[in-house]
């Protein structure tokens, strides 16, 4: 596939970040569309894809061929594109499954590429290159801070949609930043996050009584709509003001459980990308609190708050990332702590669903409800579950 720009479909996964993160991926050679269509998802992933799947690949294969199937796309010029964590997740082998159902569906002859840091697929692995990088860390420090300040002032807001305008205006700023490559340094950056933060405190808020919510989960669950069933804006229809943590976070503790423990060479590459992400990550929380707003502390503080608490020997997947999510969350004011993870995900219900009856022992004054998200299951009864949780 050679001598022509390729489209790169890339399934929904972080609905906030990917607007800015999707032109990390664009170049010359690539043009990343990122996939959103809803309709049929489920039933298409089911028929393609066997039942007993996590959900998350169910929806992941259901996007994918249906995008195929809907005539937009060139096929003779179109990849797919799979982040991959590359431990014992289900994540790790998405991409078999995948190419499985495309087989099925006839479209083996599509190219489904990997994006890893593991070495997988190594004949068919995305190829990154330093600006691709730093676009990336760029929108996710950006994404972040601006998800942040959003939730917390969207549910307070004087006047209504001014923090949409406000997150439109800064999207437009940072995307044509992005997009040309420019203001991407270390520097730039950090003026960038104070601006952002400085320039929300200007939004009126008005007092009012609302439940304040922390989500957990698992990644796809988390920060996918379609994996929760537009959760946010359910919650935002019950009058909650929620927290959902940032994507750097993540990175941190990827790169730290991981990645550190690579080959002597490619270990020290990674503690030094840790420390440039933490740092950055660190003018996120500074410049959020110097205003105001709240946040979780940054990585290094953030995950000695849990010592003691929590086992850090449980890093597969999302693994101890999440009760540390909770005890963290617990500490900025939120005490109504909604869990999410999708039925099937092995390590998700281990490392994650398994620690909530020890943390709610341990926080006894705190209340921690659990929500699984399948394709069997009823939106309803997910419903009735979190409210559960909203009127305690």
């Known amino acids: 596939m050679k001598n022509k720009q390729k489209t ?76 991959q ?48 990088v730093m ?73 009012k009584s609302t439940n304040k919510i922390g989500i957990v989960g698992e990644l796809y669950i988390k920060y996918c709509k379609l994996g929760n069933s537009n959760i946010e804006s359910f919650l935002r229809e019950e009058n909650c003001e929620y927290m959902v943590n940032g994507f750097s976070w993540y990175i941190l503790y990827y790169i730290d459980t991981h990645l550190t423990e690579e080959n002597k060479a490619m270990g020290l590459l990674f503690r030094l990308a840790l420390k440039y992400l933490s740092s950055l990550q660190i003018s996120v929380v500074i410049n959020l609190r110097k205003n105001g707003f709240r946040c979780v502390s940054e990585y290094k503080t953030f995950k000695n708050n849990a010592k003691g608490k929590v086992s850090f020997g449980l890093k597969v997947a999302d693994g101890w990332l999440i009760s540390c999510e909770v005890i963290n969350l617990i500490k900025e004011g939120y005490n109504k702590i909604l869990c999410i993870q999708p039925f ?18 341990q926080f006894p004054n705190v209340n921690i409800v659990s929500v699984d998200y399948d394709s069997s299951g009823s939106e309803i009864n997910i419903h009735n579950r979190i409210k559960m949780l909203i009127d305690i």
């Open 8 to 83: 790169v479909l890339i399934p929904s996964m972080l609905d906030f970040h990917f607007p800015l993160l999707q032109y990390a991926f664009c170049s010359k050679k690539y043009k990343a569309v990122i996939l959103d269509d809803t309709e049929d998802i489920v039933q298409t992933g089911l028929f393609y894809a066997h039942n007993d799947l996590c959900y998350p690949c169910v929806l992941i294969i259901g996007q994918m061929i249906n995008a195929l199937k809907s005539g937009k796309y060139d096929l003779k010029n179109t990849i797919l594109l799979i982040p």
């Open 135 to 207: 676009k990336a860390v760029a929108a996710i420090m950006y994404s972040d801070i601006l998800m942040i300040l959003k939730n917390q002032i969207e549910p307070y807001e004087k006047t209504l949609g001014e923090t949409k305008q406000y997150i439109d205006k800064w999207f437009l700023t940072l995307e044509n930043q992005i997009k040309r490559g420019k203001k991407l340094s270390y520097i730039s950056i950090k003026r960038n996050l104070k601006r952002i933060a400085e320039d929300f405190k200007n939004i009126q808020q008005i007092e």
């Open 85 to 132: 964590a590359g431990d014992a997740c289900r994540g790790s082998n998405y991409i078999h499954m995948i190419r499985h159902a495309l087989k099925k569906a006839g479209y083996s002859n599509i190219p489904i590429i990997s994006l890893n840091f593991k070495g997988l697929e190594g004949e068919n692995q995305f190829s990154v290159n330093p600006l691709m």
């Open 344 to 361: 099937g995900c092995m390590p998700n219900h281990v490392c994650g669903k398994g620690m909530y009856a020890n943390l709610q022992r």
